[in-house]
């Protein structure tokens, strides 16, 4: 299938936009200083997903120092991948897969040695997303949501 989206990297006037994104996509919202504050300390892990110039989805990330997720190596920079949505009626096409392949291009240039994020046990299409990408379950974090469902923590090696 052809392309019809572009990636660029996150601006502020794409702000408002992405925490709509956000809110309609996610029970996990934030206040806008949390994206901003993300914005201006990884700008090239904050990617934008634009079709006929709207932004359709978007992935955060933030650059961490902490042990391997493969209980292996000592102290490391890893690349967390705090928020990735895209809206319902572009879902499919191949952004999801994009947006974290350029972001995951993004915490090279940071030294990230892994990657690694934290998804609802339930949510099967970012599950499946995830392990299509090469991310493996590394642990099971017992009531990490705030309604009380569990995550998987997924990590890959950059
Ligand atoms: N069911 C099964 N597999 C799926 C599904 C699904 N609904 N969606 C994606 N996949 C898998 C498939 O293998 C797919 O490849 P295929 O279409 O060739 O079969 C592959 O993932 C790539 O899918 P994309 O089209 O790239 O993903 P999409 O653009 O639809 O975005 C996303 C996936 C971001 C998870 C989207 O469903 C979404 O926004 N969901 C709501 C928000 C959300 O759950 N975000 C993740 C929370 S965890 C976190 O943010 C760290
Ligand atoms: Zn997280």
Redesign the pocket.
């Known amino acids: 299938m052809q392309q019809t989206f572009k990636l660029r990297k996150f601006t502020p006037k794409d702000l408002e936009r992405v925490t709509y994104i956000n809110r309609v ?2 029970p996990e919202n934030y206040v806008d200083y949390f994206f901003m504050d993300l914005y201006e300390r990884f700008p090239e892990t904050f990617i934008v997903a634009e079709e006929n110039g709207e932004i359709v ?1 978007y992935i955060m990330c933030r650059i961490e120092t902490g042990l391997s997720n493969f209980g292996f190596g000592g102290f490391i920079k890893k690349g967390h ?6 809206m319902p009626e ?10 974290v392949t350029k972001a995951m291009e993004g915490m090279h240039l940071y030294n990230a040695k892994q990657c690694f ?4 046990v339930t ?4 599950i ?2 995830y392990k ?1 990408l090469g991310f493996k379950i590394t642990r099971t974090i017992h009531g990490y949501y705030s309604d009380g469902e569990d995550a998987y923590l997924m990590s890959r090696e950059l």
């Open positions: 996509c996610l989805g991948i705090v928020s990735i949505a895209v572009h879902r499919r096409k191949g952004i999801g897969h994009a947006l994020l934290e998804v609802r949510n099967t299409p970012a499946s997303l299509k």
